[in-house]
């Protein structure tokens, strides 16, 4: 078994290989000097590699690699164009869909919307259903940018999928994208008078158990939550954690009530409490929680973002994290113990794992 980690960076993208999960091959980087905040291994079929690039000389664009990073393709016009009044300032999410979906992946951008492509990634069309929502108005920019983040498509129903965004919430559709609806219901913005509103969150990071469509963990801006009716409702999973804070939230491949985070302290001091790195696992579905940080660092005064934490699919699963400092450690046994895997990259925006059987 052959494991590849494509690391994001806001310098470009690196590529780290390992056979035992401990030792670890780096080659880099790729697409020098351009932001790489979303990256995607898509596993359908042959396994292909897609980088939500951002070119200061180009813009924003999409790349593919169908050799793990030997050889890159980029389209002769751009891949996701705006056919209304607004630009394309970044690719934020890179996402295929189930397998039932051979070619489909989707795209969600800053400014707020998604793309669906039909091609494997080549072109994208837009999604006209949730740009055109009652709502879009309303949505804010958060620090890091008025987009969407995260999507989830649902393993069993290809008319389902979510999305979360900074800010503005959750949102569903069950139409293939024709309607949304926000879908927020126990989530807290406390920084609005009335703290439970419909829409209008700081979800920073949602995700979904692959083999149990109704199972959602949140991190939000202040907030930890699980849902377990597909999004309707969310209770919170705070307690037992250091802080509320955080941007990653990670589903175990194989265990809907195992999940990974990273807590830091907020909202002036973005590090973990004491400077002290540790990722923090339930494995009953958010009830309890455990520090795990051996191998890992006390003097870390950096953070982790929302795209920069993930596992792989092994029996054993591996996870991996990158921080803001440009150092990304992996562990080979579910977070009992941890590796660094590259140090002194730049800014790590988004870190994906995938496993090559040899």
């Not at 949730?130 to 890091?144: I, K, Q, S, T």
């Not at 440009?326 to 002194?344: F, K, L, M, N, R």
């Amino acid at each position: 078994m052959t494991v590849v980690v494509a690391i994001g960076t806001r310098k470009g993208l690196w590529l780290a290989r390992s056979e035992d999960r401990v030792t670890w091959q780096l080659d880099g980087p790729h697409h020098a000097m351009q932001e790489v905040y979303a990256v995607a291994f898509d596993t359908r079929g042959p396994l292909r590699l897609l980088a939500g690039v951002s070119s200061p000389h180009f813009g924003p664009g999409v790349s593919i690699s169908d050799d793990l990073g030997a050889t890159w393709e980029e389209s002769a016009s751009p891949p996701i164009v705006f056919p209304v009044d607004a630009a394309l300032e970044r690719v934020w999410q890179l996402q295929p869909a189930p397998a039932s979906q051979p070619g489909v992946v989707w795209a969600g951008t800053q400014p707020s919307a998604l793309f669906r492509s039909s091609d494997g990634g080549r072109s994208f069309e837009f999604v006209e259903g949730l740009w055109n929502h009652p709502h879009r108005p309303e949505w804010d920019a958060g620090f890091g940018g008025q987009a969407i983040h995260t999507i989830v498509p649902d393993p069993v129903d290809p008319d389902r999928v979510l999305v979360a965004m900074s800010t503005g919430g959750v949102y569903r559709t069950a139409d293939g994208g024709k309607s949304w609806e926000a879908r927020n219901k126990g989530i807290k913005a406390y920084f609005f008078p009335d703290p439970w509103p419909e829409f209008g969150q700081c979800v920073h990071k949602v995700a979904q158990h692959p083999a149990v469509s109704s199972r959602f963990y949140a991190q939000n801006h202040h907030g930890v939550y699980r849902s377990d009716d597909g999004g309707d409702t969310w209770v919170s999973i705070a307690a037992g954690l250091p802080t509320d804070f955080g941007f990653a939230m990670v589903v175990h491949p194989h265990d809907p009530d195992t999940i990974f985070t990273f807590p830091i302290e907020a909202d002036g001091r973005r590090f973990p409490p004491e400077g002290k790195c540790r990722v923090y696992r339930s494995r009953d579905a958010g009830a309890t929680w455990e520090a795990l940080g051996d191998g890992l660092p006390d003097n870390f005064w950096t953070a982790v973002m929302r795209d920069a934490m993930c596992t792989d699919t092994a029996a054993v699963p591996g996870v991996y994290f990158g921080s803001r400092s440009g150092e990304v450690y992996g562990s080979p046994d579910e977070g009992a113990t941890w590796h660094q895997i590259a140090a002194h990259l730049p800014d790590v925006m988004s870190v994906r794992a995938a496993v090559i059987p040899t």
